[in-house]
């Protein structure tokens, strides 16, 4: 009864003209991004965030969801129509969309894209509904030692789940975990790494490094390799998918939708590995694994339907413990910091409305989607005529104005290109950047409680074991990272990741 | 014996070590403090020198074991990009929007291979207008938009 209950406060903000507003801009911006490749919702979102300054949290948060969710939409439209991944998440989805379109039946992929990704929303929605509560109660009885175990866990799955080099990826957490610590101590208020600018007491701005390397990191990574595009746009008649097809479809969508849910909710995951695990497990058990590749519905189906509901499970961690679970929501705490909001357990009893507005914005948001794909893809396919030597320089004003105006600092503007610079070297160098902005954002929450765990403990390393909640989540960690390093499971995630 | 030709894997330990022993380099200037107690240096010192061993095996693996070859680094469009970010950071506050976004637009659309004079002038055109309506106007944001102006 609580529970419908709290969807109706939600359901209360989220019908608001104000919220339904936000929310359909973000899930078209979402849209948008998703559809152009070369910009990632992680840059969008830190571009808009100053943007949202004057919106009251509520509308702010709606709008920046929508983006991160609506993204996951977009990037198959792509996928199908021009064998590009519009977003990481979507790359499987190239496999067989694709091969779908050269057959001349982009409709149904769409459409199966768009409609199975709704049913993997709703579904996500729901999950979050039940479980944000349950898992906040959880989190409001954990003292520090449990919470940085807890959030080591987190840490170590980012590196699990990482592409490539294992050893390669634990270091840029360690970059991360030392990129936090920049600023201010909180404790004694001693200047860390501060080199004497005045403008890193406060710590480096996430925002920075954000755009830094995933804004202008990119663009130069892209620019090196030119713009060569195939779209296959005539191809799209006849939207709906036969009977057949979702005959074919429909179990895919569910088994894709539980493998997603269940990798989102997970410290680390979200969109990517879901779409990943749910392609390798249809092409599986499939009687026929020889027709994936080659333009199975199930092959659309499945990843498309997993990246969505990992991409809103993952909100999980996030409204419960107030931990984030990957870059996107190592931003979103950002805008909850920005908007006075600490995240954290006590958000959900504190701030009901704003929780629960979300969650049930989530489900218009899908629906909205669902409106704006299918009927309006002509639209979006025209966008994808746009070359990216116009879209790059657009991208370069919004990353400058944005940063500019966070602080009104033309400093942090010049810190971004240094972060640009440093991107570009990671990109060249083969290491994966996403774990370390996750890194960056739980540093400092992780030396807070590293600190105080110790102090309470008197310096008794031990404890980290004794507590039976931090024992499970070391043990788990640890399981993790040696069952990567065991052979046979590597070559499976190493084939997993190849196959894109 | 075959020539060692270093591959990412080795700069990337190269990178790690540096990252490493700069942050153990400085972080030992703070004060260190005990377990019980630990003061404003202890983490960084502890991460910085577990992130030199990460580092330590990366460059070693890279030299050991064949890793991928560095792709050879285009310096136009990184050095066009990091210069039109940072002629914005310069500009934005003694001249203002509009010129800091036509340098952004000018100096970044270089950095892509083909120019086309025409197309140069119509995008700088829009995006400057663009900027200044939406940010200044429409989001009422407190820039200084023309030089001189206060």
Known sequence: ?500 | MQKFRPGKDFFAGLLYIAFGSAAVAIGRGYALGTAARMGPGYFPVLVGAVLVIVGLVVAARGVLAKSERLQRLMIAPLALVLAAVLLFAVTIEKLGLVVAVLAVVVVGYLANARWRPLELVLLAGLLTAASVLIFYYGLKLPFKVWPGAA
């Not at chain 1, 949202?52 to 929508?66: K, N, Q, R």
């Not at chain 1, 929303?121 to 030692?145: E, H, M, N, Q």
């Not at chain 1, 994936?292 to 409204?319: D, H, M, R, W």
């Not at chain 1, 739980?442 to 409680?449: K, V």
């Open chain 1, 1 to 500: 009864m609580e529970l419908l209950h709290n969807l109706q406060v939600g359901f209360g903000v989220a019908l608001t003209y104000t919220n339904l507003f936000y929310c359909l801009i973000g899930v078209s911006l979402g849209t948008l991004i998703g559809v152009l490749p070369g910009i990632g919702p992680v840059a969008t979102i830190a571009m808009l965030l100053p943007a949202t300054f004057a919106l009251p949290p509520v509308s702010a948060l709606i709008l920046l969801a929508g983006i991160y969710y609506g993204a996951q939409y977009g990037g198959s439209t792509t996928a199908i129509l021009v064998n590009l991944p519009g977003e990481s998440s979507s790359v499987v989805t190239c496999l067989d969309g694709y091969q779908m379109a050269r057959q001349g039946r982009a409709g149904p992929a769409l459409a199966i894209a768009a409609l199975g990704s709704f049913f993997a929303g709703c579904v996500g929605t729901l999950i979050i509904a039940g479980f944000a509560k349950p898992l906040s109660d959880l989190a409001l009885a954990l003292g520090p030692i449990e919470k940085f175990s807890l959030m080591a866990l987190g840490l170590v799955a980012a590196v699990a789940l990482a592409h490539g080099s294992l050893v390669k990826a634990i270091g840029m957490v360690l970059i991360g975990l030392l990129l936090g610590t920049v600023g201010a101590d909180t404790q004694t208020g001693q200047m860390r790494f501060t080199f004497g600018i005045p403008e890193l007491t406060d710590g480096i701005g996430f925002v920075v490094v954000a755009m830094g390397i995933f804004g202008f990191g990119e663009i130069i990574a892209n620019l090196e390799h030119g713009d060569q595009r195939e779209v296959f746009t005539s191809n799209v008649r006849g939207l709906f998918p036969r009977g057949e097809d979702l005959k074919a479809a429909w179990k895919a969508v569910v088994r894709g939708t539980a493998v997603g849910a269940l990798l989102g909710i997970l410290p680390g995951g979200g969109a990517v590995l879901g779409s990943f695990a749910a392609y390798t497990l249809e092409k599986k058990i499939s009687k026929h694994p020889e027709r994936f590749g080659k333009g199975a519905i199930e092959g659309v189906a499945a990843p498309e339907s997993a990246n969505n509901a990992g991409a809103q499970t993952s909100f999980i961690p996030l409204l419960s413990l107030g931990i984030p679970s990957n870059a996107v929501m190592a931003l979103m705490v950002g805008a909850m910091i920005i908007h006075g909001i600490t995240p954290g357990p006590q958000v959900m009893t504190e701030r009901p409305d704003l929780v629960w507005g979300m969650i049930a914005s989530m489900w218009i948001g899908n629906l909205l989607l669902v409106v704006l794909n299918l009927p309006l893809i002509r639209i979006w396919v025209l966008l994808l005529k746009l070359p990216y030597r116009l879209l790059f320089p657009t991208i370069l004003v919004l990353c400058c104005v944005g940063i500019y105006t966070l602080n009104n600092s033309a400093t942090e503007v010049a810190l971004a290109a240094l972060f640009g610079l440093l991107g570009y070297v990671f990109i060249k160098l083969g290491c994966e950047p996403a774990p370390l902005l996750l890194a960056m954002v739980l540093g400092p929450m992780m030396e807070d409680e590293l600190r105080r765990g110790m102090t309470i403990h008197r310096g008794d390393a031990t404890v980290f074991l004794r507590s039976p909640f931090s024992l499970s989540m070391l043990l788990l960690a640890a399981a993790l990272l040696i069952a990567i390093v065991v052979p046979a499971v590597r070559r499976k995630r190493e084939e997993a990741f190849q196959e894109a």
